[in-house]
């Protein structure tokens, strides 16, 4: 008797197609779970990216901060420094000497910008 009631309730063009949307709508709701949840809470940071953090944030001037490193084989290359307080010339050139001294590198190969 119930699969008679659920042949007769499929049976109908507009239950197919709604169940066929709702079928539609979970895979895309899947299909973007999987492909596109990355966001920028989810990064992992290196301990070195950790520290540098710390120790920026100490800095006069300097608000919140996210750093990320590049490296070439196991040795930093370049450093993108975000932080609030970075519109000022003053904090700017601290961030990146402090980030020069840490890390090693050339002080072109520094760029801090300023956190909206």
Partial sequence: MNR??????????????I????????????????????NASSVSHTEEELRLSAVLGQIEGVGDVEVMITTSDGAAVSAVVVCKGADSILTRMRVIDVTVAALGIERGNVLVYCQA
Avoid: N
């Avoid at 008679?4 to 197609?17: G, H, I, N, Y």
């Avoid at 169940?19 to 990355?38: D, I, N, P, T």
């Fill in 4 to 17: 008679e009631k659920l042949k007769s309730f499929f049976s109908d063009k507009t239950v197919r197609a």
């Fill in 19 to 38: 169940a066929l949307a709702l079928l539609a709508l979970l895979l895309l709701f899947a299909a973007w779970k999987v492909f596109f949840s990355g």
